[in-house]
């Protein structure tokens, strides 16, 4: 730990992802195990309910959740290490079409990304993961800054590109 960061130095990244379950702001819970029977998925990991730069990044991904789940069966699985309340009014103050879990303890982001104490509690560090049909990690983005995110669209495209960078020469 180091002023305050608990950093998580193993990636991710082609191994098969840490199982959860989380309360939804659409109600019940939601597992991974779950959504990753139907096909791939999108974990995000946000800071929390404060954060402009998780709202952004949640924006593009409600942009094209529709899209992802319609076409390539994309279940897009946005985290905040916020209480289930404060969870929902983010939801619905940024008119978000997804919904959002809540990782009040921050145990969930701890297995991902890692977490670190700010002057708002405990969050997450951002992070974005893609994983496949066959449930394996085949993207990981950590935040080494907290405005440093990576799009919705970018993602899409990804998945459709058979996990490769759509944009790679």
């Known amino acids: 730990m180091v002023r305050g960061l608990s950093l998580r130095y193993i990636s991710l990244e082609n191994t098969e992802p840490p199982e959860f379950e989380l309360q939804s702001t659409g109600g019940g819970t939601v597992s991974l195990p779950d959504k990753l029977e139907n096909g791939p998925a999108i974990v995000l990991i946000n800071r929390g309910h404060w954060c402009s730069f ?18 390539e069966n994309v279940n897009v699985i946005p985290i905040v290490t916020d209480p289930l309340q404060k969870v929902t009014e983010m939801r619905d103050r940024y008119d978000l079409d997804v919904q959002l879990l809540a990782n009040p303890d921050g145990d969930v982001a701890e297995q991902y990304s890692g977490t670190e104490q700010t002057s708002h509690g405990l969050t997450g560090i951002a992070a974005t993961y893609v994983i496949d049909e066959d449930g394996v990690v085949r993207y990981e983005q950590v935040a080494n800054h907290p405005a440093d995110r990576t799009y919705g669209n970018w993602i899409r495209y990804f998945i459709r590109n058979d996990y490769e960078d759509p944009f790679a020469e």
């Open 54 to 71: 998780c709202a952004e990044q949640l924006q593009t991904f409600s942009e094209v959740s529709y899209d992802l789940w319609f076409n």
